[in-house]
Nanobody, 126 residues
Framework: VQLVESGGGSVQPGGSLKLACVHT????????IAWFRQAEGKEREGVSG????????LDKDSVKGRFTISNDNAKNTDYLQMHDLRPEDTANYFC????????????????????WGLGTQVTVSS
């Protein structure tokens, strides 16, 4: 299982970025992909998750209305569209897969995710 993130970069406050997570084709049909982030000196936190089965998604409160998670199963790719970026969004962003689809239960817990990418850095500053 491999997941590879891309799309990070440096933007000014109010700017936009679209992250992509390309993963190997999974043998299981039911899974969830989530985006996490980790700022320097802080714990990793869940941002957004999406269930492959029905497309239901879950977002961290602080990103609701600004970030949108989506997937393209034909391309084995998940996306995180980020608008109105703020300095507090600065972090290394990771995607991960959860075979139990716990985001469908309202959870974005690091320990529930089985495989991780190496991350892509997002920096928001003026």
């Amino acid at each position: 299982v491999q997941l590879v993130e891309s799309g990070g970069g440096s933007v000014q406050p109010g700017g936009s970025l679209k992250l992509a997570c390309v993963h190997t084709e999974f043998t299981l049909d039911d899974y969830a992909i989530a985006w996490f982030r980790q700022a320097e000196g802080k714990e990793r936190e869940g941002v957004s998750g999406i269930s492959n089965e029905d497309g239901s998604s879950l977002d961290k409160d602080s990103v609701k209305g600004r970030f949108t998670i989506s997937n393209d199963n034909a391309k084995n790719t998940d996306y995180l569209q980020m608008h109105d970026l703020r300095p507090e969004d600065t972090a290394n962003y990771f995607c991960a897969v959860d075979w139990d689809r716990t985001c469908a239960d309202g959870k974005l817990d690091v320990e529930e995710y089985d495989y991780w990418g190496l991350g892509t850095q997002v920096t928001v500053s003026s």
